[in-house]
């Protein structure tokens, strides 16, 4: 069965960092076009979530903003988390990630809030289409393998995941943020910026059991796209150049699906309904072999990045 292709065919490997220094730096930068000295951003380089949470734990009395971070990933998930029942390894927590910060305060940031941040990761791509990772997962597995073994040169930039906060949302924090991912993957030496981008909107009630290729060129009588956070980035510059329906996988025993989301019990095999945090999922229950799959699916897009000079 396909959706179960990613446990038998990858499995993760152990190593060891002594001796490696991945890390490369950490500094402030200014925002493009950014007229306002009290908005900072912060660049951390190939920080492993452990490392960063550390840098962060180190720093958090010049640098308030750091406090939400921590919030956010310093967590010690309890069993069952939905975050368990991720379909494949999940080696997020092992790969080297370019984190951007941007914060608002003083120049000291010592009373600074944070606006957005934004993560990153490098991998080998040829360019071509057909050969795009499998969504966020694949993304990720891609730059494990590549930081594991070192067998290619990183030349792409991939844009894992963006997030503004509500205080800050619609005033043009989410294009910053892709602006310093251009920025920083064109230093880097990468020649192209590819996102998987997770459509909210496609969690929507009237949504959600769309075929997710049918959702994605969904567009409004303006002609734009229906999904705001693809119609930012196509806004942008950014070219669509491709789908994958798995770019999340989530399997989980039948008890453990009622535990986690909001379904009517069903009776018989087939697609169900589901709801989470106000997201609709359309889950497939498989009564006879206890299991439930839900897929989450990207639109993968490409931003041009500028040669370095």
């Known amino acids: 069965m396909k959706l ?29 076009g950014g007229n306002d000295p009290q908005v900072q951003g912060l660049y951390m380089e190939r920080y492993r979530l452990d490392e960063c949470i550390d840098y962060m734990e180190s720093d958090r009395h010049r640098v308030a903003a750091f406090d939400t971070l921590l919030g956010m990933y310093r967590i010690k ?3 069952p988390d939905l975050s368990n029942f991720r379909l494949g390894p999940n080696m997020f927590e092992q790969i080297p990630v370019d984190w951007i910060v941007l914060a ?18 490098r991998i080998p791509w040829n360019g071509n289409p057909r050969d795009l990772p499998e969504g966020w997962q694949g993304a990720v597995r891609a730059c494990y393998e590549n930081f594991v073994d070192e067998k290619q040169p990183n030349n792409t930039f991939v844009g894992l995941f963006i997030k503004v906060e509500n205080d800050y949302r619609k005033e043009g924090w989410a294009a910053q943020v892709v602006a310093a991912m251009k920025k920083f993957g064109a230093e880097c030496g990468a020649s192209k910026l590819i996102i998987p981008l997770r459509l909210p909107t496609r969690y929507e009630r009237q949504y959600f059991h769309m075929p997710f290729e049918e959702f994605a060129v969904l567009r409004q ?48 095999s087939g697609y169900q309904p589901a709801r989470r945090n106000n997201e609709w999922h359309n889950a497939y229950v498989d009564l006879e072999r206890d299991c439930v799959v839900i897929n989450e699916g990207c639109v993968w897009v490409q931003h041009t990045l500028e040669a370095r000079s």
């Not at 003083?106 to 944070?114: A, G, M, N, P, Y």
């Not at 329906?245 to 909001?262: G, I, K, L, T």
């Open 104 to 121: 608002h305060g003083s120049e000291t940031l010592v009373r600074s809030q944070l606006i957005a941040h934004g993560l990153a990761c």
């Open 221 to 268: 009588a303006t002609g734009e796209y229906r999904d705001h956070w693809l119609r930012l980035h196509v806004q942008l510059g950014a070219e669509i150049i491709g789908y994958c329906s798995n770019s999340h996988q989530y399997a989980m025993n039948v008890n453990d699906f009622y535990a986690q989301f909001e379904a009517e019990k069903c009776e018989t």
């Open 4 to 32: 179960f292709d990613v446990f038998r065919r990858w499995q993760p490997r152990t190593f060891s960092r002594s001796g490696r220094d991945n890390q490369g730096k950490c500094a402030t930068f200014s925002l493009p």
């Open 77 to 79: 998930r309890r069993f």
